[in-house]
């Protein structure tokens, strides 16, 4: 199995056959009698669309890539030297002989109105301002990683979407609109939440404190933000040996389902007038 070195190579990952009908999929995870029965399951189905998407999920270690109608994903090896113009040039070999209209691209940092706004973390730099469009030769729309999980894995309701993985993903979905958050790096203790419930808080505090950590980071955004359940995701939750109360295991495979469906969402609005820069507090607009 071929590996890439700096953007070159790629593996194919067979998976089971991929289901578009999230809710029924999703059900396996509550046990018998424990499904909440505040949620309209069937509110958001994943539904035909006249155009075939693309989903890509970037992450820190890997590229994973599904077209719509496909049954296996495929992969490439990404890691801290990989630009955005690699990853351009990665998925459109990997994709060669599948048919697809848009892309959707999951993008591992803050993004603003389709934009990423701010450089990943553990990959090269090069990803703001890059023309994706251009590179890919497909419309794009870019939503942070965490929401287009949240996205996918949205079932009714008012969702909060917590990925415990190398920090702390956050995104909230509400009636069908998802707005990714940054409440990992909200103060929380004598740190941040993603300092106690993130890769560094499970290495410092051990599993046991750090599953307590995260059932009382639960409680807490929960009791701020009421959401009707929580969904944990992010590759740390299987470190868990129960979940907390209202929660209910993601799937990575849901990156996915939110890729297709960002396509069924609005545009985004248009930028302001002016820099489109945060106005500090107290500041009237002109």
């Given at each position: 199995m071929a590996r890439r070195e700096n953007g070159t190579g790629s593996e194919h990952k067979q998976r089971k056959p991929f289901h578009t009908n999230a809710a029924s999929r999703c059900l396996s995870h509550f046990p018998a009698g424990a499904r909440p029965a505040s949620l309209n399951l069937w509110a958001v189905p994943v539904a035909e669309s006249a155009m075939n998407v693309l989903a890509v999920d970037v992450g820190g270690t890997h590229v994973k890539i599904l077209a719509a109608g496909q049954d296996a994903e495929r992969k490439f090896v990404s890691g801290p030297t990989m630009t955005a113009e690699q990853m351009a040039a990665g998925v459109l070999k990997l994709a060669e002989g599948w048919d697809y209209d848009v892309?959707?691209?999951?993008?591992p940092g803050p993004v603003l109105r389709g934009r990423p706004i701010a450089e990943p973390h553990n990959l090269a730099a090069g990803w703001v301002g890059f023309d994706y469009e251009k590179a890919l030769g497909r419309p794009v729309r870019?939503?942070?990683?965490?929401?287009?999980?949240?996205?996918?894995?949205?079932?009714?309701?008012?969702?909060?979407?917590?990925?415990?993985?190398?920090?702390?993903?956050?995104?909230?979905?509400?009636?069908?609109?998802v707005e990714p958050m940054e409440l990992g790096h909200l103060p929380y203790r004598r740190r941040t939440y993603e300092d106690y419930v993130g890769l560094r808080g499970l290495k410092r505090l051990g599993k046991k404190k750090w599953r307590r950590c995260v059932t009382d980071v639960v409680a807490k955004l929960s009791a701020a933000l009421l959401p009707?359940?929580?969904?944990?995701?992010?590759?740390?939750?299987?470190?868990?040996k129960e979940?907390?109360?209202?929660?209910?295991?993601?799937?990575?495979?849901?990156?996915?389902?939110?890729?297709?469906?960002?396509?069924?969402?609005?545009?985004?609005?248009?930028?302001?007038?002016?820099?489109?820069?945060?106005?500090?507090?107290?500041?009237?607009?002109?």
């Open positions: 892309v959707s691209i999951g993008y870019i939503l942070n990683d965490a929401a287009m999980q949240a996205l996918g894995s949205y079932e009714g309701g008012k969702m909060l979407f917590l990925g415990l993985g190398t920090g702390l993903g956050s995104a909230i979905v509400v009636e069908g609109i009707d359940y929580v969904v944990l995701g992010g590759g740390n939750v299987k470190k868990l979940l907390p109360p209202n929660c209910r295991l993601g799937d990575n495979a849901n990156a996915f389902i939110g890729g297709f469906r960002a396509w069924e969402q609005s545009p985004p609005p248009p930028r302001p007038a002016g820099d489109g820069q945060p106005q500090p507090i107290g500041a009237r607009a002109s």
